[in-house]
């Protein structure tokens, strides 16, 4: 079996992300005054764009990596 340990991390980090950043953008709408306590700074969005940019980090080395060895033994004489 060869599967990195990136690729499940960067999926889990890009669901909860995606799922952050989400809640960010709906309450920034719907619930302003949620917001009060930390200045008006939404920080579910900037928390969510974060994980969703580590996740795709992860995932895209993981994927990458997974992909060089798979070719490894293939172009071996």
Partial sequence: ???????????????????ITGFGVVTHFTNPELYARSLDINVNIWWGLVMLAFGAAMFYYGRRATMRTAQAPSQAP
């Fill in 1 to 19: 079996m060869n599967l990195d340990i990136r690729v499940p991390i960067g999926l889990l980090f890009l669901s909860l992300g995606a799922l």
